[in-house]
């Protein structure tokens, strides 16, 4: 039988795009997390009747097939953890189409999220989702995943923007969610589920995107903290002030020297805390608005606050802070990045938390995030070769989850489930929930042959 179906998908997509030999597969069996599952099978796709027939195929022999972008997932959602088929979605990476109209772009799944802002820059357009990986992450990842990024307090995240996807179903069908209009109330919204489905629900291949125009100006506030309460705090008062700025990025000390040491850009190495700051928009109105933000970090006894002096500064100072878990990762063999998300109002108790939790088990926690969002990424940087190290982060994890949970957050603000967090999922969800869940996955995919294993909860367990 394994041979048999090896030898159909040759028929459907060129030979050399099925991948067999152990050293190849073995580069596909990891993705951005620490975990490592070996696929039986890659097959680089290139459309969606490809993709189609693969399905059917596998329907007809029951095998696990796993869509993966470009990898930079950071729940394990697209390790092939049954075995089974891993699709490849990056050779499809076409831009079909640009409607300056109507606001629009669409573009095959496999598109690298940059390359969408830069398709339509000349135009004076921009596609706002903006997370860390965006030089390598794919549009059909990010739906996926339903990532957000360092503009989301002020543009939303990946969900705002997807106006139809193209999809092939676990059985087959190629279908289109979704309308390309402004309103649209017909039926259930199956688009707006795809998103953050974690690719267990359909495989897409095509997406119509929202575009905005570029603000026409942009000011970039660095501000410095003797801690990350004080930090946190200003967070908190600059959106109860009034400002919606277009980020609001937190880096506690740990983060700030890793930073440093990896780029030497000259930070203050001796702060607790460093806020990001960007408002956008027309020249007058956010001249008032970075005004606003100067006054609230120096009424929350902000170190130092200012403006970056040059589009070359304001472009390193981002640059650093999308090197942060980058940075991080060098310090220790192992780097834990979770994604605990609060309503922003908590986040200062969220902060406390994690130093608590930091403290108590005496680990090495780096935290970043996008705080305008209350999205904390604390990092736990460990050795998970020793297994006292490796049962204490176990504990630190749970806890932060559990703080998370009591202060009225989520387990996963952007990163999602996948089978790092599935084990937690019982913390949040209760179990007519998971189970209305498990009813949908099957309706879409009867034979649970795409991307099986993922989001699944103790209670199945
Ligand atoms: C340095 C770094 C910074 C990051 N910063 C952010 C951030 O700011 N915000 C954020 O949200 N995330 C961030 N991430 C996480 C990650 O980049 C996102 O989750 C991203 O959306 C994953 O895209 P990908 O193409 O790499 O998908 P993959 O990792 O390949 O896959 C992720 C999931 O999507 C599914 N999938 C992939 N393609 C398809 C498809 N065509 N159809 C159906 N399912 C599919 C996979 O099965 C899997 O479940 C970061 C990661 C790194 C390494």
Redesign the pocket.
């Known amino acids: 039988m394994e041979n048999n179906y090896i030898c159909e998908l040759e028929q459907i997509v060129n030979p050399e795009n099925v991948i067999t030999s152990f050293e190849e597969r073995l580069t596909y069996s990891y993705?951005?997390t620490r975990l490592e599952y070996m696929p039986d099978v890659v097959v680089r796709v290139k459309n969606a009747e490809q993709i189609s027939q693969i399905m059917k195929l596998a329907n007809e022999y029951k095998i696990p097939v796993?869509?993966?972008?470009?990898?930079?997932?950071?729940?394990g959602?697209?390790l092939a953890v049954e075995g089974g088929i891993l699709l490849v979605?990056v050779d499809?990476n076409r831009i079909i189409d640009i409607n300056p109209v109507d606001l629009l772009i669409t573009v095959e799944?496999?598109v690298i999220?940059e390359k969408v802002s830069k398709a339509v820059e000349h135009l004076n357009l921009f596609y706002p989702p903006?997370?860390?990986?965006?030089k390598?992450?794919?549009?059909?990842?990010?739906?996926?995943?339903?990532?957000?990024?360092?503009r989301g307090l002020k543009y939303g995240?990946?969900k705002d923007y997807v106006n139809s996807i193209e999809?092939v179903l676990p059985t087959g069908e190629i279908v289109t969610m979704g309308a390309n209009t402004v309103k649209a109330v017909t039926g259930y919204n199956l688009a707006d589920l795809?998103c953050g489905?974690?690719?267990?629900l359909?495989?897409?291949?095509r997406a119509t995107l929202g575009l905005l125009p570029i603000p026409p100006d942009r000011v970039s506030i660095l501000a410095f903290f003797k801690d990350m309460t004080d930090a946190a705090k200003t967070v908190r008062d600059i959106v109860a002030g009034g400002v919606i700025t277009a980020t609001l990025e937190i880096v506690d000390n740990v983060t700030i020297n890793a930073i440093e040491d990896f780029l030497k850009i000259g930070l203050d190495r001796t702060v607790g805390a460093m806020l990001l700051i960007e408002v956008d928009g027309q020249k007058g109105a956010i001249e008032a608005e970075a005004d606003i933000v100067i006054r609230t970090c120096k009424s929350n006894s902000v170190l130092s606050v200012r403006q970056a002096k040059s589009v070359q500064e304001r472009d390193k100072l981002w640059e650093a802070r999308?090197a942060a878990?980058?940075s991080l990762s060098r310090i220790r063999p192992s780097t834990i990045l979770e994604d605990a998300t609060v309503p922003r109002s908590r986040m200062v108790e969220l902060v406390n938390a994690i130093n608590e939790i930091a403290k108590k088990y005496q680990m090495m926690i780096g935290t970043f995030g996008?705080a305008g969002d209350g999205n904390l990424h604390p990092t736990i940087l460990t050795d998970l070769r020793i297994a006292e190290e490796a049962k204490k982060t176990e504990k630190a994890i749970e806890e932060i989850f559990k703080a998370t949970i009591a202060l009225g957050g989520t387990l996963s603000?952007?990163?999602?489930i996948?089978i790092t967090k599935a084990q937690y999922l019982k913390l949040e969800i209760s179990k007519p929930v998971y189970n209305l869940m498990k009813n949908i996955k099957s309706v879409f995919d009867p034979n649970n042959i795409l991307?099986p294993g993922?989001m699944k909860c103790t209670w199945d367990i």
């Not at 903006?130 to 965006?134: A, E, I």
């Not at 489905?197 to 267990?200: A, C, L, R």
């Not at 603000?413 to 999602?416: A, K, P, Q």
């Open positions: 993705d951005s796993t869509p993966r972008g470009a990898a930079t997932g950071l729940s959602g697209c979605m499809m799944a496999g999220t903006d997370p860390g990986s965006m390598s992450s794919t549009i059909g990842g990010n739906i996926a995943e339903n990532a957000g990024g360092l995240v990946t999809a795809m489905s974690e690719g267990t359909s495989i897409i291949t999308r878990l980058s996008h603000g952007e990163h999602g996948g991307n993922k």
